[in-house]
Structure formats: structure tokens, C-alpha cells
């Protein structure tokens, strides 16, 4: 009998521990409660930038999945405009691309998230520019310091030497009223960060790094 009393004591111990373990661990993240809206750039008929056979849309996607991991990992509740190959256009006609980036800005609206991060490339002309690099529009006050944070921590952990940029003419960043940035991870049209974002570590990098920003934001 007494034997029975002690083991079942153990048990109710062990439970009490599991439970409060599992609080603890609970508490410890960051993320907790947040709706953060993902948006990787183009897709299906709109491959963004390209070289040779490296898509723009392929890159973004990879990107965004894994930041979509990590911030759920942190509690976070995550969206993502596309979760594949294809844009979220309903015109097949001339306008197809506004219409991408009109339903994009919709869904991200009406979703009554606390942020959204549109992840892209950027490519230009010459090869010698490169890093990351975050835009915004101040359509939302808190862009600007979201933005600001966002570009520290990317020259902390990448060590981009880019600078922060408003931009007012972005079709879709223009009609999103809750707070969001746009994040250029760097440029397909130099050699080195074109390397660098094909490898799965690097964009393990990346998205640690937007994560940190995030957090600072949240605080
Ligand atoms: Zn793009």
C-alpha cells in the first residue's frame, strides 16, 4: 500500500514538473500572440529578376519559408501571400501585375495582422552593388523606425553597408495600412551575393537576422 501511495506521488510530480516546464518554455518566446504577414515577391507568370536560369520568385519563396519556421518557432502566428508558384493575380490581361499587388495589399489588410515583410532581390545595371537592403513607405508612422531597426540588423549580422529608403511609388507597399517593410536581401546582380543567396545557411542567415529586427520592433 505504501509502496502504490509512492509511486503515485512520483507521477503527480513529474506531471506537476512537465507542466511547468512546458509554461516556462512557453513564456521564453518572443513572438508570442503576434500576426506577422509574409510576402514573397512575383511568382508564376512573374519571375522578378533573373539570371540565366536563377529566378527572382524561387529565391523570395525559399526565404520566406524558412522565416515563416523561425517566427512560428517563436510563437508568432505566420502568413504567407503565396505559398507556391503563383501570383495572386485575377486578370490575365495587361494589368495582370496590378492586379497581383492590388489583391496582395487586400489580403494583407484585411488580415488584421501587426506586420507584414514583402521579401525581394534587387538586380540593376552593374554588378558592383550589393547587400541587403530595406524600403518602406510612410503610408504607416511606424514604418520608418520598423525600417530603421530592420536595416541595423542586417548591417550587423551581413554586414550590408546599404541605408534605409523611403519609397512613396510602390504599388502595393502604397495601400498597406499596418505597419510592414520591404526587404531586398541583396542583389541578384552581383556575383558574390548571388552566391551567397542560393545557399540554404545564407538565407538561414537572412532570416535570423529579419527575426531579430522583428523582435527589437516588437519591443
Ligand atoms: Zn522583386
Given amino acids: 500500500m505504501k509502496k502504490t501511495y509512492s509511486i503515485f506521488l512520483l507521477i503527480i510530480l513529474i506531471c506537476t514538473f512537465l507542466f511547468v516546464s512546458a509554461d516556462i518554455k512557453k513564456s521564453n518566446l518572443e513572438l508570442i500572440g503576434k500576426v506577422i504577414y509574409i510576402d514573397p515577391g512575383h511568382g508564376g507568370p512573374d519571375p522578378g529578376s533573373i539570371y540565366k536560369n536563377i529566378y527572382e520568385k524561387d529565391i523570395n519563396l525559399e526565404i520566406c519559408k524558412k522565416l515563416e519556421t523561425i517566427l512560428e518557432d517563436e510563437g508568432a502566428i505566420v502568413y504567407l501571400t503565396r505559398y507556391g508558384d503563383y501570383d495572386l493575380s485575377k486578370s490575365y490581361t495587361g494589368s495582370r501585375k496590378k492586379s497581383d499587388l492590388n489583391n496582395r495589399a487586400k489580403i ?4 488584421g495582422a501587426d506586420l507584414y515583410i514583402s521579401i525581394h532581390l534587387n538586380s540593376i545595371s552593374s554588378s558592383t552593388w550589393s547587400g541587403a537592403q530595406v524600403f518602406y513607405d510612410d503610408v504607416n508612422k511606424n514604418n520608418y523606425e520598423f525600417a530603421q531597426l530592420m536595416q541595423e540588423q542586417l548591417k550587423n549580422d551581413l554586414k550590408t553597408t546599404r541605408k534605409v529608403k523611403e519609397i512613396s511609388t510602390m504599388l502595393m507597399n502604397r495601400k498597406i495600412t499596418i505597419p510592414g517593410i520591404l526587404v531586398e536581401a541583396g542583389f541578384l546582380s552581383n556575383p ?12 538561414y542567415k537572412i532570416v535570423e537576422s529579419i527575426k531579430k529586427g522583428i523582435i527589437k520592433y516588437f519591443k
Fill in 108 to 111: 494583407i489588410n484585411a488580415s
Fill in 192 to 203: 558574390n551575393d548571388r552566391y551567397l543567396l542560393q545557399k540554404s545557411d545564407y538565407q
